[in-house]
């Protein structure tokens, strides 16, 4: 007998899986091609409301979510000086704090 059909496996399945698998994999390619930007973008927006919330406290605007967000500022310091360029302010915000 064949040792493939003991096995379960058949050679054939398993190479219209691995064409249908790419295939998929190329299709979704294709479409989220157009919205790469946009999604860039609004991720960006979502990451620099994020950070607005966590510094917050720190440049004097209250901040209801303070407690949760005091303890990932470390976490954030690193990408600081991106945001506030990003935000148009030349020197960092903050007296205490200088990132550049």
């Given amino acids: 007998m064949n040792d493939d059909h003991d096995t379960g496996h058949d050679p054939r399945l ?14 979704e390619e294709v479409y989220s091609s157009r919205y790469r930007g946009a999604i860039a973008r609004a991720r960006r927006d979502e990451d620099d409301l994020f950070m607005l ?33 990003r935000m148009g302010m030349e020197r ?3 007296d205490h704090f200088r990132c550049c």
Avoid: C, K
């Fill in 53 to 85: 919330l966590v510094f917050s406290e720190m440049m004097g605007v209250p901040n209801p979510a303070a407690y949760y967000t005091l303890e990932l500022q470390p976490l954030l310091l690193e990408r600081f000086h991106d945001w506030h360029r």
């Fill in 14 to 27: 398993e190479r219209i899986r691995a064409w249908l698998s790419q295939a998929r994999f190329f299709a």
């Fill in 92 to 94: 960092s915000p903050l």
